[in-house]
């Protein structure tokens, strides 16, 4: 009896290890059906040419022209970076739902909403698929979504946040050429003239200066390696963007003869990045939007860009030499009276 007593204990933990195991395998069961994914559109990737969606602040229209490129139907010379724009199409392909609302699960739908919290459209040639993304189930962090029949899907609401990409998402940053520092024989720059000899930077009009070497190569390379944030295609005049009195007018000339000039204007007001406004002779029919740090680069003047480490005697020396280009220092101590 004795005997008996003690095993109860252990029976019991037995017949409950036993059904949570049961449990376990009934909730795995029905997690297998929960996670049995729909698809919500029936093209293949590569057979999508057209994608519109509209909403949470965006209304966005991509089409794939003869090429296979995607641009952006409102602006087609719009830059957009092709491996982003169709990683993004590749998404709405791949949309899937959990599951889809049929019978007694349709009346504890609430009613839909007059404003739609996204409408999307994917177009294959002559077939569409049409979603809307109406309310969300906060308890099920699902939203609700139909499709051109009328039929209710849950959509987990994490596979719809990414999806909702401005054309600013999409852009392509854009350099101003493919030239190197190498390249560079000389630069003006507001009133001042720089020029390049074997690596070596010298003030054109008084080549005895002791200059800033890596003052002046910044701002160089700011000009060559900055890349644009965005571009407006559809410029109004300079005045709107300060480029017809801009802060800041460079002009890079090259070993092969051709220039590029930029001209830094006002900051950017349609954005809360920190941009400023350039204009590039390059591509005179457009304006860009840079990082207004890179203007910073040229709030220079001949005396700030004065190299304050050279000794005096390095800068004698460069400063007989300049006098006395043909022999230099030699030249200059012979001539001294005895």
């Not at 308890?139 to 849950?154: E, P, Q, S």
């Amino acid at each position: 009896m004795k005997n008996t007593k003690k095993m109860l204990p252990l029976v019991v933990l037995v017949i409950v290890m036993a059904v949570l195991v049961v449990l376990l395998a009934v909730l795995q069961r029905g997690d297998d059906t929960t996670d049995a994914t729909l698809p919500l559109c029936s093209f293949a990737v590569e057979d999508i040419d057209r994608l519109a969606y509209a909403g949470n602040n965006q209304d966005v229209t991509l089409v794939k022209n003869s090429s296979g490129d995607w641009m952006l139907e409102s602006d087609p010379t719009l830059p957009l970076d092709q491996t982003k724009t169709a990683s993004l199409v590749e998404s709405y392909a791949n949309l899937t739902a959990q599951r889809k609302l049929e019978g007694s699960d349709l009346t504890d739908l609430p009613e839909k909403s007059a404003t739609p919290q996204m409408t999307i459209a994917i177009g294959a040639g002559e077939e569409s698929v049409s979603l809307t993304v109406d309310q969300l189930n906060s308890v099920a962090d699902v939203y609700y979504v139909y499709d051109d029949t009328g039929a209710a899907y849950t959509v987990k609401r994490s596979d719809l946040a990414t999806l909702s990409k401005s054309a600013r998402d999409l852009y392509k940053a854009q350099t101003l050429t493919d030239k190197t520092l190498d390249d560079v024989v000389s630069m003006q720059m507001n009133g001042l003239n720089f020029t390049q000899t074997d690596g070596s930077w010298t003030l054109t009009d008084d080549a005895g200066y002791a200059l800033n070497q890596s003052s002046v190569k910044k701002m160089v390379n700011t000009i060559l390696q900055m890349q644009t944030a965005w571009t407006i295609t559809t410029p109004d005049a300079d005045s709107a963007y300060g480029l017809d009195d801009p802060d800041v007018t460079a002009t890079l000339t090259f070993t092969d003869g051709t220039s590029l000039t930029v001209r830094f204007g006002t900051e950017a007001t349609d954005t809360t990045d920190s941009l400023c406004y350039l204009a590039s002779d390059a591509a005179p029919t457009v304006v860009y939007e840079v990082n207004a740090d890179h203007k910073a680069a040229f709030a220079v003047t001949k005396e700030t860009l004065h190299d304050a480490t050279a000794t005096a005697e390095t800068a004698a020396t460069t400063d007989v030499v300049a006098q006395y280009p043909v022999g230099g220092e030699n030249d200059y101590a012979a001539s001294l009276p005895d």
